[in-house]
């Protein structure tokens, strides 16, 4: 199902979920609806794409961890799907999005325990879900449509003047400032936003650097996450307000050592 879903050929997951029922001593949907979920969290601790129908559990045991890289080990040829989901051509879908219908609700909050680092163990070494951030046209595109979505909202509530004043720091002055829009509040307070774009659910983890969480931390109460999510396909956007250490669940990854 994932290598259909990253080559954009129709499938039914409850099909497929009823084929598999007889050859599990006929367990219920259900059941296996949760097991797809275990994989998209054993995936997604891996650093790979997902199947978005499926929103990951992270509650699984390691033997279905050890399955997953068993099977990605014997079907390496995968990795080129997760490639180009990472690095192909963007479809920009600006011209059919209603901004009124673009924001919902963010994801619940729940305590999040440290994934163990089974990705080392993975035949598959690149991080596909990191590489998808970096990928520029995505990140320009997903910038782009908030602009334009500051500016209409601003304009439809009677703020013209201040819909002039959103400014694209990133692209006007590169990406050191730890923020990418300068935006305003309808009384014309400062809005830091940053944003991150993935074609991905809503769940799919981001990644952010020291210098945004510090800048978050300073800014917390004018500092704003705008999490952009099935970008391709009817996009959406959930919006959450404060530091990046407090409206998430943050692991540090990387650590720079002096001597």
Same mark, same amino acid.
């Given at each position: 199902?994932?290598?259909?879903?990253?080559?954009?050929?129709?499938?039914?997951?409850?099909?497929?979920?009823?084929?598999?029922?007889?050859?599990?001593?006929?367990?219920?949907?259900?059941?296996?609806?949760?097991?797809?979920?275990?994989?998209?969290?054993?995936?997604? !601790?891996?650093?790979?794409?997902?199947?978005?129908?499926y929103l990951p559990r992270f509650n699984y045991q390691k033997v279905l961890e050890d399955k997953v890289i068993e099977y990605l080990t014997g079907n390496q040829s995968i990795e080129k799907q997760f490639e180009q989901f990472a690095e192909g051509d963007i479809i920009n879908?600006?011209?059919?999005?209603?901004?009124? $219908?673009?924001?919902?609700?963010?994801?619940?909050?729940?305590?999040?325990?440290?994934?163990?680092?089974?990705?080392?163990?993975?035949?598959?070494?690149?991080?596909? #879900?990191?590489?998808?951030?970096?990928?520029?046209?995505?990140?320009?595109?997903?910038?782009? #449509?908030?602009?334009?979505?500051?500016?209409?909202?601003?304009?439809?509530?009677? $703020?013209?003047?201040?819909?002039?004043?959103?400014?694209?720091?990133?692209?006007?002055?590169?990406?050191?400032?730890?923020?990418?829009?300068?935006?305003? !509040?309808?009384?014309?307070?400062?809005?830091?936003?940053?944003?991150?774009?993935?074609?991905?659910? $809503?769940?799919?983890?981001?990644?952010?650097?020291?210098?945004?969480?510090?800048?978050?931390?300073?800014?917390?109460?004018?500092?704003? #996450?705008?999490?952009?999510?099935?970008?391709?396909?009817?996009? $959406?956007?959930?919006?959450?307000?404060?530091?990046?250490?407090?409206?998430?669940?943050?692991?540090?990854?990387?650590?720079?050592?002096?001597?």
């Amino acid at each position: 199902m994932l290598t259909k879903e990253l080559a954009d050929d129709n499938y039914t997951k409850a099909k497929h979920r009823r084929n598999l029922m007889p050859l599990l001593n006929n367990r219920s949907e259900g059941s296996i609806e949760f097991k797809h979920q275990n994989i998209s969290a054993v995936l997604i !601790n891996l650093g790979q794409p997902y199947i978005k129908g499926y929103l990951p559990r992270f509650n699984y045991q390691k033997v279905l961890e050890d399955k997953v890289i068993e099977y990605l080990t014997g079907n390496q040829s995968i990795e080129k799907q997760f490639e180009q989901f990472a690095e192909g051509d963007i479809i920009n879908p600006n011209v059919k999005i209603g901004f009124d $219908k673009l924001i919902v609700d963010p994801p619940a909050s729940k305590v999040m325990e440290r994934p163990a680092p089974a990705y080392t163990r993975s035949p598959i070494k690149t991080n596909y #879900l990191e590489q998808e951030q970096r990928n520029m046209t995505l990140g320009m595109h997903g910038e782009e #449509l908030v602009i334009k979505y500051e500016k209409w909202k601003l304009t439809v509530s009677g $703020k013209e003047n201040l819909a002039d004043q959103v400014r694209w720091i990133s692209k006007e002055e590169g990406d050191g400032a730890g923020f990418d829009i300068l935006s305003r !509040n309808i009384n014309g307070t400062d809005k830091y936003i940053e944003v991150k774009t993935t074609k991905l659910g $809503k769940e799919t983890p981001f990644f952010f650097s020291h210098n945004e969480l510090q800048f978050s931390q300073e800014k917390h109460g004018k500092y704003y #996450l705008y999490r952009l999510f099935n970008f391709e396909k009817n996009a $959406k956007m959930f919006v959450k307000n404060g530091g990046l250490d407090k409206i998430c669940t943050s692991f540090p990854m990387t650590y720079k050592g002096y001597f």
